[in-house]
Each structure stands twice: as C-alpha cells, then as structure tokens.
C-alpha cells in the first residue's frame, strides 16, 4: 500500500483551524456553508457540528470471539436452527431468536470480491495512512468486510484468494482481524 506520511496532531489541527476559518468567512460571504471539493471543484456542504464518539458495547454472550483473538483465531456464530452464521457474531439469531447459537472457528480462506483504497478518513481515523477496505466471501458462505493488508493495493485482483488473519493494529496495539493475498 502507498504510505502517506502522518501529519504531526498539532499541524492537522491547525489545517482544521485555518479550513473552518475559510469555511466561515464563506458562509458569510454566500450565505450557505457550501465549499468547492479540492479534487474535483464538487460543491460540498459543510456540517460544522463536531461529533465525539464514547461508549461501552457489552459482550459477555460474545466474549469467545474477542478471546479468539488473542489467540490468533476468528469466530462466527451459527443458528443450528436455521443454519445462518454470523459475522460479527451475533448472540441470538434474528430469524427464530435462539439464544443458543454454536460457536465455529472460521477457517480463513475466502475470495475478495471488492475493495477501496481509503485515503479521505473519518476523523478518528487521521493517524492512519491510507488504507485498504475489502469485503470477502468466505468459505463458510458469508461476508467478511475489514480491513486488507497488503503494501501495493494493484496486487489486488477481484476473485483472487485471500486469508484472514489476526494481527495488532498500531498505534493502538489491540487485536483485530485483516484479509490478506493468499
């Protein structure tokens, strides 16, 4: 994947000053908060209200598959009812409500059916180069979508094998789960 040099904090958060400044003195001037996208000249609204995210997601029914990751394995959940896995897992099935869904180890292979390369982010997400986002198709029959780790994104082929694999994700070291070529 091309790397694109981190911007220290203190300078982006200057470029966010200086951009709302601007987005300011526009909205004065025309009366509406629209700017020209710098790629394409696109007018684009601006919604200046800032959005800090916190909360705590309760997962003792789903503790296994965070555990899994420890141990370098991915866990879906599968209704014995209904015969439907689920990835995230799930702790009851939404189809018949059974709350006594098996665990299954995913093996890990699938195919990559589509991908993007990331490079305009979501605010909690400026640390990070761009990245690569793909969604799999899974041996076991469904959908993986996270993130692809591979250093050149034109490796990547519609179809092609892929693994799924578990590794730290810096800077803030927790475990998660990437696709990667196979």
């Not at 503790?63 to 141990?71: A, I, T």
């Not at 179809?159 to 803030?172: A, D, F, Q, S, Y």
Request: net charge neutral.
């Amino acid at each position: 994947m091309r790397r694109v040099s981190t911007i220290p904090r203190e300078e982006l958060e200057k470029m966010v000053k200086s951009w709302l400044e601007m987005v300011e003195q526009i909205t004065r001037s025309e009366g509406l908060p629209i700017v020209p996208d710098e790629k394409t000249s696109d007018p684009l609204w601006v919604d200046l209200r800032e959005l800090r995210l916190k909360y705590l997601i309760p997962i003792a029914r789903i503790r296994k598959f965070f555990d899994g990751l420890k141990e370098g394995k991915v866990y879906a959940t599968r209704c014995p009812v209904q015969g439907v896995y689920f990835f995230p897992p799930q702790a009851d099935c939404p189809f018949c409500m059974d709350e006594n869904l098996e665990w299954v180890e995913i093996r890990g292979k699938g195919t990559l059916i589509t991908y993007t390369v990331v490079n305009v982010k979501p605010a909690s997400y400026l640390h990070y180069p761009d990245y690569i986002i793909a969604i799999a198709r899974m041996e076991e029959g469904f959908n993986i979508l996270c993130w692809m780790a591979v250093d050149d994104p034109s490796k990547l082929r519609i179809g092609m094998p892929v693994r799924l694999v578990v590794k730290r994700r810096e800077p803030e070291g927790f475990f998660t789960y990437y696709l990667e070529p196979e």
